[in-house]
């Protein structure tokens, strides 16, 4: 399924449904596959069933949201991708939650829409200049 929002005077959203079954994506796959353990004969796990430390190995940045939950404020991050065919950059905002105002029982994460080529670009120069 193919869903597109937005008007002539704000951003473009686009998705593409993928096969969750394809195994393209072995990490996903691995969180999926764990999803479907706790969940046993529901439709869906409780949020008590899912424990971030068996997922330790599969959630990407895990020292981000750590420290942001050390921290106990927002905080905003360049994230830098590279594979040998194709560079990606953006940013992600972490903002931590308080069920009782005292302690961080949540995060909330919000990626930016656009790639940051500018912050992409000044990255990979440093690099090869050798100051990263």
Do not use: C
């Not at 195994?23 to 004969?41: K, M």
């Not at 939950?69 to 040998?84: D, G, W, Y």
């Not at 919000?110 to 670009?121: G, M």
Request: hydrophobic fraction near 40%; avoid cysteine.
């Amino acid at each position: 399924m193919s869903g597109q929002a937005g008007t002539s005077d704000s951003a473009l959203v686009d998705a593409i449904e993928l096969d969750v079954t394809s195994g393209d994506y072995p990490e996903l796959s691995r969180v999926l596959a764990y999803w479907h353990r706790q969940r046993r004969d529901r439709f869906a796990p409780a949020r008590a069933d899912i424990d971030p430390a068996d997922l330790v190995e599969s959630l990407s940045l895990q020292a981000h949201y750590e420290e942001a939950v050390r921290r106990r404020t927002p905080m905003l991050h360049l994230i830098l991708l590279s594979a040998p065919d194709q560079a990606r950059s953006y940013v992600r905002l972490l903002m931590p939650l308080s069920e009782d105002g005292a302690t961080v029982t949540m995060l909330m994460t919000v990626d930016s829409k656009q790639q940051n080529t500018k912050a992409l670009r000044d990255y990979f120069q440093q690099a090869v200049e050798g100051r990263r």
